[in-house]
T-cell receptor, first 111, second 114 residues
Framework: LAKTTQPISMDSYEGQEVNITCSHN???????ITWYQQFPSQGPRFIIQGYKTKVTNEVASLFIPADRKSSTLSLPRVSLSDTAVYYC????????????FGRGTSLIVHP | SAVISQKPSRDICQRGTSLTIQCQVDSQVTMMFWYRQQPGQSLTLIATANQGSEATYESGFVIDKFPISRPNLTFSTLTVSNMSPEDSSIYLC???????????FGPGTRLTVT
């Protein structure tokens, strides 16, 4: 199972774009990259998932370079409500299917 | 997507007793998961519960302590048995829908053992 590394914390200001990078050097061929967001006292919320190149939805964009050894979650024009912990997970459905949440990145958005 | 509900939302229990947490999904799902999360920390997977088979437990978690039921495709329970203060935590269930690893989580059950 690919291990992930993320910054422990990040600070930003309202209206800025925030990019959170996750390293997954041992990613396997069949692995997907999935990001979750967790607010205090709530369960994590699925944000976005990708396999390669770029994926965009109404919440965020996910950039994955050709070697897939890292990925970047991009949050456009953050607001105070984007203050949360963001988790990157890597894995596939086959083999040992063990969703492993790392420490995540605590994003604080300031006014 | 899926909507997950959990009961109870919180409880305070005496040591030595057991608590059963219920998890209800608004659609049929194959894979459900149970996690534990200490305040301010990440999630730790307890077990995977697939309908029609025995739950698969992760290292450090055993069936006698955390028995799980999965009677149908929309429901699962986790029992925390013979509780001690070390079991105080938030317990979360999730269900996988759509793409692999696309999980939807319940709001959690905050357990305090005194």
């Amino acid at each position: 199972l690919a291990k992930t590394t993320q910054p422990i914390s990040m600070d930003s200001y309202e209206g800025q774009e925030v990019n959170i990078t996750c390293s997954h050097n041992n990613i396997a061929t069949n692995d997907y990259i999935t990001w979750y967001q967790q607010f205090p006292s709530q369960g994590p919320r699925f944000i976005i998932q990708g396999y390669k190149t770029k994926v965009t939805n109404e919440v965020a964009s996910l950039f994955i370079p050709a070697d897939r050894k890292s990925s970047t979650l991009s949050l456009p024009r953050v607001s105070l409500s984007d203050t949360a912990v963001y988790y990157c997970l890597v894995g596939d459905e086959g083999g040992s299917y063990i969703p492993t949440f790392g420490r995540g990145t605590s994003l604080i958005v300031h006014p | 997507s899926a909507v997950i509900s959990q009961k109870p939302s919180r409880d305070i229990c005496q040591r030595g007793t057991s608590l059963t947490i219920q998890c209800q999904v608004d659609s049929q799902v194959t894979m459900m998961f149970w996690y534990r999360q200490q305040p301010g920390q990440s999630l730790t997977l307890i077990a995977t519960a697939n309908q029609g088979s025995e739950a698969t437990y992760e290292s450090g978690f055993v069936i006698d302590k955390f028995p799980i039921s999965r009677p149908n495709l929309t429901f699962s329970t986790l029992t925390v048995s013979n509780m001690s203060p070390e079991d105080s935590s938030i317990y979360l269930c999730s269900a996988e829908t759509g793409q692999p690893w696309e999980q939807y989580f319940g709001p959690g059950t905050r357990l305090t053992v005194t």
